[in-house]
Nanobody, 117 residues
Framework: QVQLVESGGGLVQPGGSLRLSCAAS????????MGWYRQAPGNERELVAR???????DYADSVKGRFTISRDIGKNTVYLQMNSLKPEDTAVYYC???????????WGQGTQVTVSS
C-alpha cells in the first residue's frame, strides 16, 4: 500500500508562488508516473501536471509556462512549482502515484491552494 503525503499548500496573492511536495512511501513495486490533479468546488478533478519515470511531462494548457513539475526518484517525491498564480488556480490539489506493472493508482489526501487578494 502506497502512502502519499502532500505539503506546501496555502493562501497566496495573485501573481505569487507556491511549491507543493508529495512524498510516496510503502511501495513494493516501482512507482511509475506521478502527478498533480486539482478539484475546485463544483468541478471535476482535472490533471494539472504529470511526470513519467523517464522524465517526460504533461501539463494542462491552463498552467503551461507557469507551473513546473519535477521529481526526485530516489526520494519518491514529486514537486509542483507554481508561479504567477491566478484566482482560478484555487482548488484542492491531489497527488497521484502509479505503481507497478498495472499502474495501480494511489491518491494523497489533498492540499488546499487558495489564490486571493
Amino acid at each position: 500500500q502506497v502512502q502519499l503525503v502532500e505539503s506546501g499548500g496555502g493562501l497566496v496573492q495573485p501573481g505569487g508562488s507556491l511549491r507543493l511536495s508529495c512524498a510516496a512511501s510503502g511501495s513494493h513495486f516501482s512507482i511509475n508516473a506521478m502527478g498533480w490533479y486539482r478539484q475546485a468546488p463544483g468541478n471535476e478533478r482535472e490533471l494539472v501536471a504529470r511526470i513519467a519515470s523517464r522524465g517526460t511531462t504533461d501539463y494542462a494548457d491552463s498552467v503551461k509556462g507557469r507551473f513546473t513539475i519535477s521529481r526526485d526518484i530516489g526520494k519518491n517525491t514529486v514537486y509542483l512549482q507554481m508561479n504567477s498564480l491566478k484566482p482560478e488556480d484555487t482548488a484542492v490539489y491531489y497527488c497521484k502515484a502509479e505503481e507497478g506493472f498495472f499502474n495501480r493508482a494511489y491518491w494523497g489526501q489533498g492540499t488546499q491552494v487558495t489564490v486571493s487578494s
